[in-house]
T-cell receptor
Framework: AQKITQTQPGMFVQEKEAVTLDCTYD???????LFWYKQPSSGEMIFLIY??????QNATEGRYSLNFQKARKSANLVISASQLGDSAMYFC???????????FGKGTRLSVIA | DAEITQSPRHKITETGRQVTLACHQT?????MFWYRQDLGHGLRLIHY???????NKGEVSDGYSVSRSNTEDLPLTLESAASSQTSVYFC?????????????FGPGTRLLVL
């Protein structure tokens, strides 16, 4: 079974609008961490935001926030006030417990339209 | 500045040849990882290491090997390259194996097997 599911292969958003990228995960481990990475067309992987399973508050980093719904096992990335430079692939990833590597979803390609 | 580098950045080889992709990090991180990225699959883990002399198989390890003789380097070897191994390969590192520990990625190596 897929550990990380990103159901939106591609998304479009108007510049300055907010957009939500979906991520659901599957784990029975009570201790896990969720990550989002951005991959622009240049190819590098850029860490955006982290949410721990025990964190009480949703994580925020500038224009990025994570809508963490533990009971639904979802960790959606919200980008506010989209910019043209936000056009990229976005990957959701999970670490189950300590001493394990990140497992990635298949990604969502976001295109921001002027 | 500390960094993680990969070489070569681009490689064309023929089926059956042995190929080694280099990964070098100057952060003195204990943990290093190799992923491959293919359209429709996201990033999949090939091998990883949590320290010198430690190596572990990932989800798609068949046909690949790694060795860790020092902290800085984790070379990835394709024993006998196959066309199915045409991909973009990313090396990553992290300081520890904590739940919240971010993995930092190299720039990637594009490999074409003809």
């Amino acid at each position: 079974a897929q550990k990380i599911t990103q159901t939106q292969p591609g998304m479009f958003v108007q510049e300055k609008e907010a957009v939500t990228l979906d991520c659901t995960y599957d784990t029975s481990d009570p201790s896990y961490g969720l990550f989002w990475y951005k991959q622009p067309s240049s190819g590098e992987m850029i860490f955006l935001i982290y949410q721990g399973s025990y964190d009480q508050q949703n994580a925020t980093e500038g224009r990025y926030s994570l809508n963490f719904q533990k009971a639904r096992k979802s960790a959606n990335l919200v980008i506010s006030a989209s910019q043209l430079g936000d056009s990229a692939m976005y990957f959701c990833a999970m670490r189950e417990g300590r001493n394990t590597p990140l497992v990635f979803g298949k990604g969502t390609r976001l295109s921001v339209i002027a | 500045d500390a960094e993680i580098t990969q070489s070569p950045r681009h490689k064309i080889t023929e089926t059956g040849r042995q190929v080694t992709l280099a990964c070098h990090q100057t952060w003195n991180h204990n943990n290093m990882f190799w992923y491959r990225q293919d359209l429709g699959h996201g990033l999949r883990l090939i091998h990883y290491s949590y320290g010198v002399q430690d190596t572990n198989k990932g989800e798609v390890s068949d046909g690949y090997s790694v060795s860790r003789s020092n902290t800085e380097d984790l070379p990835l070897t394709l024993e006998s390259a196959a066309s199915s191994q045409t991909s973009v390969y990313f090396c990553a590192s992290s300081e520890s194996a904590g739940l919240e520990e971010t993995q930092y990625f190299g720039p990637g190596t594009r490999l074409l097997v003809l």
